[in-house]
């Protein structure tokens, strides 16, 4: 019988409980009276017979009775099976960071000179490096890269090539390397970046407030000694069009390939054979100077030719679905059809547009996928050539 009421019970007591609560900024603590029903157990005092519970001590984790050195210490023995490798617990004693590993950890968490200095003190403060280590040395640490770079009329530039990466233990060959020439809004940058990407990217010229212009670039390429390397070069279409003295704008003939006219649009998706450019004198097809850079050294980037495909693409589709999944684009750069990468990547892993092209769009999109992921990727599939014919 007692079983068959407890609901009643329970409901009894959330009753009594509601209407007591309304009450109870009224009443003292000590008159609040609680229902003695046999599902619910009133607050009693504790006594001999009724102790205060008492927590287990496994779970007790940081406990002033237990001394650190009495603990039970449950060390974890490293799986690796190199036989280099070796752990703190397995050599039984405490590491410190060397100066070394405390180079390396500023360089990869890419600290400034102050900031460096602050990580370094509170380790040393923590009694975490050893003795020989000085924080001391990221202050000048700029020193000995300083005497490589001078300043050369508007930019500061290095003209010791060779002495700048030997001072990194690195052996200079100029066919191993290639210059990356671009400008942000205030900044004008030449960096020089190893083909095989195994070794960091070395700064090389610097300026500030410098828009992309023909006497900049002069003025860059002398103070770098270009004549001297000749590496080859890699930035986007216009630095490469003010490397070659094209004129600058939207010009009849403003590829430096072939006389290629942006006003014949009768020919643009007709004709494929275009004749090659044969001289670049000034005067001669939009060219005002001469230009800095020969032609076999010019590397074309393959973002700046993704971002020109899917450009003629979005030029001839429909833009209502575009409209809908980007929706911060504004309308002019949708009608150009501008994209940045991360757009892009983002619009070919979308498989609801896949679905919703058909006929010759779909062909389309479908070559144009085929040449970004065999072509235009980190690594060139073996038929690519027919990815690309198959595109144009």
């Known amino acids: 019988m007692e079983e068959t009421n407890r609901p009643f019970d329970r409901l009894l007591f959330l009753y009594s409980s509601a209407t007591s609560a309304q009450n109870y ?35 007790i984790l940081d406990s002033d009775d237990k001394p650190p050195e009495n603990r039970e210490k449950t060390p974890q023995l490293s799986t690796s099976t190199d ?75 290095c003209p010791n090539i060779d002495g700048l990466i030997q001072t990194f233990n690195i052996n200079h060959n100029p066919m191993d390397w290639r210059l990356f020439i671009d400008s942000s809004k205030l900044i004008l940058k030449a960096v020089l970046f190893h083909n095989g990407n195994t070794i960091p990217s070395i700064p090389v010229e610097h300026s500030v407030h410098n828009k992309e212009s023909y006497e900049y670039m002069k003025i860059l390429m002398e103070a770098t000694n270009y004549d001297k390397f000749k590496w080859q070069i890699c930035g986007d279409l216009k630095v490469i069009a003010l490397l070659r003295g094209l004129q600058q704008g939207f ?10 006219g942006s006003r014949a649009r009768c020919f643009h998706y007709s004709r494929k054979d275009w004749p090659a450019r044969k001289s670049l004198g000034p005067g001669i097809m939009n060219v005002e100077n001469q230009p800095l850079v020969e032609q076999s050294k010019i590397l074309l980037s393959s973002v700046h030719l993704k971002l020109g495909l899917i450009t003629n693409y979005v030029k001839a589709m429909n833009h209502a679905y ?55 990727g980190n690594r060139r599939a073996q038929n690519y050539e027919d990815f690309v014919n198959n595109l144009l």
């Not at 010009?251 to 290629?260: A, D, N, P, S, V």
């Not at 150009?336 to 999109?365: N, S």
Request: proline content about 5%.
């Open 25 to 59: 900024k009224k009443k003292k603590k000590g008159t609040v009276n609680y229902p003695n029903i046999s599902s619910a157990m009133p607050p009693v005092p504790h006594t001999e017979d009724f102790p205060v519970p008492v927590r287990p001590q496994q779970y």
């Open 83 to 157: 036989a280099d490798f070796t752990t703190d617990l397995q050599l039984n004693e405490f590491h410190r960071i060397t100066q070394q590993e405390l180079n390396d950890l500023i360089r990869d968490l890419d600290l400034t000179k102050s900031k460096a200095e602050l990580l370094g003190s509170r380790l040393q403060k923590r009694n975490l490096l050893k003795e020989n280590v000085r924080i001391s040395v990221y202050r000048k640490r700029h020193e000995d890269l300083v005497q490589f770079f001078k300043m050369e009329r508007v930019l500061v530039a």
């Open 251 to 260: 010009t009849k003939y403003f590829l430096f390939i072939c006389e290629w």
């Open 322 to 376: 575009l409209r809908e999944k980007f929706l911060r684009l504004s309308e002019a750069k949708l009608k150009e059809g501008i994209f940045i990468g991360p757009q892009i990547r983002e619009f070919i892993k979308d498989e609801y547009f896949d679905r919703l092209i058909q006929g010759d769009e779909t062909a389309a999109w479908d070559s144009f996928k085929f040449v970004v992921k065999g072509f235009l």
